[in-house]
């Protein structure tokens, strides 16, 4: 199960940096009660729930950036149907200026579906809740 729970999350990744122009994201691989947890990260500590949310958080990224485009350095599958992903996040600002920051996240697939997503400032932060270390 857990190669299945990563090939979602790779595919959630692709998906976003595919659509990032399109008018709303594609939901299909979200459960409706998703829950998206940047209190640890970015986004000034926001947490975005349901499908709703979801929209929400990606008008918000569309309005403050001209592109972003998220490059996963790993996906670290762990029991539980969590995935821990470190990625480069690259940000192109309105005014052409670009940005990379290096965040990692927590993922959790449930039936087929992304349920949690939780960001971390790194690697290490986001290995600790789930028993591991770098």
């Known amino acids: 199960m ?16 595919q659509q990032f122009d399109a008018e709303k994201l594609d939901l299909v691989l979200f459960a409706p009660d998703i829950v998206l ?11 975005f729930r349901g499908y709703d949310g979801v ?3 990606f ?5 403050m950036w001209k592109r972003q485009q998220l490059e996963p350095e790993a996906f670290i599958p762990i029991e539980g149907g969590q995935v821990v992903v470190p990625l480069r996040v690259v940000s192109v600002g309105r005014d052409n200026v670009e940005v990379v920051a290096r965040i990692a ?12 997503m939780k960001t971390f400032q790194s690697k290490a932060d986001a290995l600790e809740p789930v028993g591991l270390s770098e």
């Open 2 to 17: 857990s190669q299945e729970n990563v090939e979602i999350v790779r595919r959630g990744g692709e998906e976003f940096n």
């Open 55 to 57: 929209q929400e958080w």
């Open 105 to 116: 996240a927590v993922v959790t697939v449930h039936d087929g579906k992304v349920t949690y």
């Open 37 to 47: 947890d940047f209190s640890n990260a970015v986004f000034d500590g926001a947490v």
């Open 59 to 63: 008008s918000w990224l569309r309005g």
